[in-house]
């Protein structure tokens, strides 16, 4: 893709740019999200990933699962579903039943770090068991029967487990491996480590996407640069969710109005209304869209906290309004 991005310098030049993906975020990219996004925002995003499926021992995906990856849901959306487990036969059956809803793609998680999915040895905290990470990849591709993705960190404790981590994903057809370039126990905190990165780039095997704190077109400025301007793929999920016309501009696009952004969450919430039973459950839900959006807004504290204790859809729509008019 090519497209016009202006640098930091105020000059404007004609760079390679890559495809953008909009990042799973538990409890936020369901397919209401995605739909808004992709109807007010969805220029330039190439592929939405789901939040995560959680295998069970006793079925394969939850109604609540089912109901977000039915392709009535996601209709002009090329979306990729996101499976957690360390159990190949529970990844295999989930697999097999995406392939029945017509997915040809599935994304394993090795990335999440909270402590209740690490805990189980799962997510990130799978990192730590590399050899028996080595047995399941070694399981799940053998009897695929659809292409595979990884979500990865660079380890569980240190930068320096990436590297063994990677002789092992190198072993492998990953159809894409995506990075995020922190260990588990740094969860979201610090910068990236993107020389680790740049330097598993050019070391793996297989095509590569970038994942963390891309939340500007010096970022990928810099992921273009890092990489000798090979980068094919890059993911964003919070800065995506603070400000939903990033990948738009990242990609030659104008940012948000106020407008725009106010019938955005609009739509958003009168989706969620159609779904939930009363005012609280729709309320939380936007109230938790609102836990990443409030950065975006830095100078307006004392309206977000207002917009954040609202008890009622009506007080909570004069609040948001308010929010996002201000000078």
């Known amino acids: 893709m090519e497209a016009l991005m202006g640098c930091n310098d105020g000059l404007t030049s004609k760079i390679h740019m ?16 995605r739909n808004a996004v992709r109807d007010f925002f969805g220029d330039g995003i190439s592929k939405y990933y789901t939040p995560f499926i959680v295998v069970h021992e006793k079925r394969a995906m939850s109604s609540k699962e089912i109901n977000d990856i039915l392709p009535e849901h996601n209709e002009g959306i090329t979306l990729i579903p996101q499976v957690l487990t360390d159990d190949p036969e529970g990844f295999l059956r989930i697999e097999k039943k995406l392939c029945e809803f ?14 209740t999915v690490a805990s189980k040895g799962r997510g990130a905290g799978f990192l730590g068991r590399k050899a028996a990470l080595d047995d399941f990849l070694y399981s799940i591709f053998e009897r695929r029967v659809m292409d595979i993705s990884v979500k990865t960190r660079i380890g569980e404790v240190d930068t320096g487990e990436f590297f063994e981590l990677l002789d092992i994903f190198n072993k492998y ?23 680790v990165f740049y330097e598993g780039f050019e070391k793996s095997v297989n095509p590569v996407c970038y994942n963390g704190d891309v939340n500007s077109a010096g970022d990928v400025a810099e992921l273009l640069k890092g990489t000798g301007n090979r980068l094919e793929a890059v ?15 990242l990609t030659g696009g104008q940012p948000y109005s106020k407008d725009e952004l106010l019938e955005f969450l609009k739509r958003i919430l009168s989706d969620y209304r159609g779904v939930f039973s009363g005012e609280k459950p729709v309320l939380q839900k936007m109230k938790e869209l609102w836990s990443y959006m409030q950065y975006e807004f830095p ?3 004392k309206q977000i906290s207002a917009l954040l204790k609202c008890r009622s859809i009506s007080e909570y729509r004069i609040m948001e309004g308010a929010v996002i008019a201000s000078p």
């Open 18 to 33: 890559p495809a953008f993906y909009l990042a799973p975020l538990e409890g936020i990219t369901g397919y209401i999200y």
């Open 102 to 115: 017509g997915y040809r793609e599935v994304n394993l998680n090795l990335g999440c770090p909270s402590k």
């Open 173 to 195: 057809p990953i159809k894409e491996l995506i990075i995020h370039p922190r260990v588990r126990y740094e969860y979201y905190k610090g910068s990236p480590h993107r020389d």
């Open 235 to 249: 993911m964003t999920g919070r800065g995506m969710i603070r400000n939903p016309s990033l990948i738009r501009t």
């Open 299 to 301: 100078d307006r504290e």
